[in-house]
Structures are given as C-alpha cells and as structure tokens.
C-alpha cells in the first residue's frame, strides 16, 4: 500500500512542539515532503532526523513569512497551526491582548494563506488546514473571550476562503479542537493552580470539561491533519471538524 501523502509538500507553522510537531511527524510518516517551522527553532530539533525539512519562521513577521513561503516552493498542504491562549473575559481582556490574539490567531493564516494560494489555484489543487477551537463560534467557554474570538474568526476565514476557492479545485477546512494535552495546556495548568489548589486540581479541571474523561493527544489531531491533507477528504471544503471528546454534546 502506498503512502496517504506520497509526492505531496507540506508545510507547518508552530512545528516545534503539541499538535504542529505531532503532524509533521504524521504527515512525513505518511509520504509527504514536510517543512517544519517554528519561531523558537531549538523546538524543531530532532526532526531533521525524520527527513523534514526545518526552519525558524515568526509568522508575525510578513516578510519572514513570504520569504519562507517561497523558498519552500510549490505546496500541496498547508497546516496553520501557529496561535495563543489567553485566559481573560470582556471586562479582563486588555488592548494588547486583543490585538496580539488576533495579530497571531487570525491575521498570521491570512499572511500564510495570501502567500500559498496563488500557486494552488494555478495548479487546482491544494488543501489549506487552519487550527480553529472547539471553543469558538461552536461553543462558548469561561474566560476565553479573545480566544474564542479569534477561533470564531479563523472558521470564518476558513469558510470564506473555501467558498472562493472550491471552483478550482483548492479546499480550505480547519480542526476544531477540546482539550489536548501539549505544552501550551501544561502553561495554563501552571497558570491556574495557585486558584485551583495546586497542579493536579488544575489538570483534574481541565479533564473535567471532556466527556471522556480524558485530554486528548497531539497524535489524535495529526490524524486529522493527514485525512485533511490527502485525497481521501477531496470531497470536503469548507469545514470546522469537531474534535473534542465529546465536550460539544
């Protein structure tokens, strides 16, 4: 049996660790030339062993990101996995949260998307792979007001960009998400046991909220992101895939 991903070039934003690191590893696991970035490039150690490609890339950065784009060539897949948690509410949200959250979670796939799309329509074909949230326009969550903002806004992005794109051939979806144990859980945790009662209270909060009664692993989002980016989803575009065991119910 061949590979899901054979002969396809991806590229991932956020690689260096969580869900962007666990698909990568998938995605070349399954065939697909893969260009790991990440803006702390120590994260993306270890990868270059798996045969990907590695590179330091700040998405906030526009010429970074057009210059990084381009050097990696014609894409097939996209994965914007890049993004920030903000733990706050409407009263608590400061400006620069705000504009950080949006600048990062929203505007950065924007930057990605502008830079890839071009060579995809010109070729019809290419699957674009945004990280939205189970927390977003699908379901409301205490204090995560930019948060859920911003993850509203990228299953917009992704619907408007889908529906511009479906007639040449390009799909556009994104992952939506519960609770998944990676590093970024792990600095929430942190931040919330003085509150909590301590770290294992934290953590017991956080699995809490899942109805499984478990967190979710990056791997289980990779999957996902290799369906996504083969051509067993051709006939899906335009979609917030729900991921959360089972917190939405």
Known sequence: M????????????????????????????????VIATDRDAAKLEGLAALGIRTAALDVLEDAAVEAALAQAGPLDVLFN???VVHQNTALTCTEAEWDFAFALNVRSMWRTIRAVLPGMLARRSGSIINMASAASSIKGAPNRFVYGATKAAVIGLTRAVAADAV??????????PGTVDTPSLHERIAANAAAAGGLEAARAAFVARQAMGRLARPEEMA???????????????????????????
């Open 2 to 33: 061949s590979a899901r991903l054979s002969g396809k070039r991806a590229f991932v934003t956020a690689a260096g660790q969580g869900i962007g690191r666990a698909a990568a590893i998938a995605m070349a696991a399954e065939g697909a030339e």
């Open 223 to 249: 999957a996902l992101v290799v369906y996504l980016a083969s051509d067993e989803s051709a006939f899906m575009t335009g979609q917030a895939l729900v991921i959360d065991g089972g917190w939405t119910l």
């Open 167 to 176: 007639a040449a051939g390009v799909r556009c979806n994104c992952l939506a």
């Open 81 to 83: 996995c890049a993004g």
